[in-house]
């Protein structure tokens, strides 16, 4: 009996379940020993020689950006990842994913910009708490400096922006010198900058406010979900009359913080930015304000004047959202006030010019003797920019009178198919249809090319040491003279085949009359390949090879 009821009664209160153990504390954020601005942080990678050749060559071209319906999606990704293992200042980091990074002109073989990510391979691998480490080989940073120099000015304003000092990078055993070290654009990072690190993160490159522009914002956080509406919403926003327009922005992002972005990003030059191209830079949708707000990405061409050694403007206005709060005086106001803010809380020119010599001196150890001439034109910049950017806000703000530029797709128009014979040297000698021989086939937006004879010429660029070009022109009906041409790196001249990619190998059409001086740009080489039969450099020695191509025509 006394069982029974005991029985009864466990049924009746079954057991308390016990106290689930609590989670985890987080690991301490130690990560800010990675971004310490006095030192130069050690990165040494080692991995599998093939790898290594398959991640450096990996590459994209013009035409892979540029083609067909370039703005309808964000761009496509050519690298991969490769397993390797990392020690970063001593520390040993197995099965690291290393890829390589950059968008066109940062691209190379001998020196790529890579990503690291620690659990690429590894679940939960950490560096210091940090999921991945972003190193810039510094390919358009001649100086090393601006993009530390320049986060610092974004920071100093009041900008969300990265973390940034030096790495010494070697790849197995193999020195490739100074990299700057970026934090990374992930969760981490916004964490440390809002209260809530769940939103979504979108990448903008060569992205707008537009309808025909939103295609390219890529998402890098939640990414199965696939939603634009805030961007939808500041699209339509964008497009609202003057009267309504700061309300309606105001709405959907972060205008005091745009504002910001905007003034530093024109303050420090940075053309390739949202406001001078709608490149470069990311957006945060904060679920705890409800709005989007800018992070600024990609600065390594900043401080620095235009190859004519013209200054760079006092207000950039390409991105839609510069060309239209520029339209209403409260914009224009706003702008300016931002921009005098900024002069007088970021831009110490005696701080930045001791925080100048406080990297050159880091580096200076690490670094060829033309690096610090470059650090000599950043500082240039630094002490002149203030005097400039004032006259222009005295001078007044005004709406901006040309257009929003139009799509920039590649068109495909034609194609080319080409052989040569020529010799080594012949580039300077203007009797052109005695200096080779050779074919010159193709059409041009339907019409063939049908030469009635054919000459070549090639060697080393007149102009442009280091470079080599080859001619081969046609003589056309109408007394006109249809010439294709490739240029390339000397170091890319060998027997054997150099794909036209638009930057190191550059391949044209033109057509001139010679008895007006007439001339015109017919396209661009791109998509096709120079292959060399006979390429020695001696003076007389053969040169030969061919050339086939698709042409493209280009709106800019």
């Not at 990265?162 to 193999?174: I, Q």
Request: glycine share 10%; proline share 6%; with cysteine.
């Amino acid at each position: 009996m006394i069982a029974a009821t005991l029985a009864l009664a466990a049924l009746a209160c079954p057991a308390v379940p016990p106290e689930p153990e609590p989670d985890p504390e987080p690991a301490p954020d130690t990560s800010g020993v990675l971004f310490e601005p006095e030192r130069v942080i050690e990165v040494a990678i080692e991995i599998a020689e093939g790898d290594w050749d398959e991640l450096r060559f990996q590459s994209r071209s013009i035409v892979d950006i540029f083609g067909g319906d370039c703005l309808a999606q964000p761009f496509a990704d050519p690298f991969s990842y490769f397993p390797a293992t990392v020690t970063v200042d001593g520390e040993v980091l197995a099965d690291v994913g290393v890829r390589k990074k950059g968008f066109l002109g940062s691209l190379s073989s001998d020196k790529p910009s890579l990503k690291l990510k620690l659990d690429e391979f590894v679940a939960g691998q950490r560096v210091h708490g940090l999921p991945r480490l972003t190193l810039n080989n510094n390919a358009q940073d001649p100086s090393a400096i601006r993009q530390c120099l320049g986060y610092g000015v974004f920071a100093r304003a009041g900008v969300p922006a990265p973390r940034c000092n030096f790495a010494h990078v070697t790849v197995n055993g193999v020195d490739l010198g100074v990299f700057t070290h970026v934090e990374s654009m992930d969760k981490h990072l916004i964490g440390r900058h809002f209260d809530d690190d769940n939103g979504d993160l979108w990448e903008g490159t060569l992205s707008d406010f537009r309808a025909s522009w939103t295609g390219t914002f890529e998402k890098k956080t939640n990414e199965a979900d696939v939603d634009k509406a805030h961007i939808d919403a500041v699209t339509v926003a964008a497009g609202a009359p003057d009267a309504e327009l700061i309300a309606e922005l105001e709405a959907q992002i972060d205008l005091d913080g745009f504002f910001a972005l905007w003034a530093t990003e024109s303050l420090v030059g940075h053309w390739d930015g949202y406001g001078g191209n709608t490149n470069n830079f990311y957006l945060y949708d904060d679920p705890t304000s409800g709005l989007l707000h800018f992070l600024p990405w990609g600065i390594d061409q900043t401080f620095v004047n235009g190859g004519g050694g013209e200054t760079p403007p006092a207000v950039t206005t390409v991105g839609v959202l510069a060309h239209r709060l520029l339209d209403v005086a409260e914009g224009r106001e706003r702008y300016a006030s931002a921009m005098r803010r900024l002069l007088d809380d970021a831009w110490d020119e005696a701080a930045l010019d001791a925080e100048i010599d406080r990297m050159t001196a880091l580096i200076e150890p690490l670094v060829p003797p033309e690096t610090l001439t470059a650090i000599g034109d950043v500082r240039g910049f630094v002490d002149a920019r203030r005097d400039g950017v004032t006259a222009a806000l005295d001078a007044g703000l005004a709406p901006v009178t040309e257009p929003l530029r139009d799509a920039f797709c590649f068109e495909l128009i034609g194609d080319v198919d080409v052989t040569f014979a020529t010799t080594w040297g012949t580039i300077v000698n203007d009797d052109i249809f005695n200096t080779g021989s050779g074919t010159l086939a193709g059409t041009v937006r339907g019409n063939a090319i049908v030469p009635a004879q054919v000459g070549s010429r090639g060697g080393g660029h007149p102009e442009q040491p280091g470079r080599v070009v080859v001619q081969v022109f046609g003589a056309m009906p109408d007394q006109s003279i249809v010439a294709a041409a490739v240029e390339l790196d000397e170091a890319q001249l060998a027997e054997g085949t150099v794909e036209l990619d638009g930057e190191q190998a550059i391949g044209y059409l033109v057509r001139f009359v010679p008895a007006t001086g007439a001339n015109e740009l017919l396209g661009l080489l791109l998509a096709g390949t120079l292959t060399l039969s006979a390429a020695s450099t001696d003076e007389g020695a053969a040169f030969e090879g061919s050339i086939v191509s698709e042409l493209y025509w280009f709106p800019f």
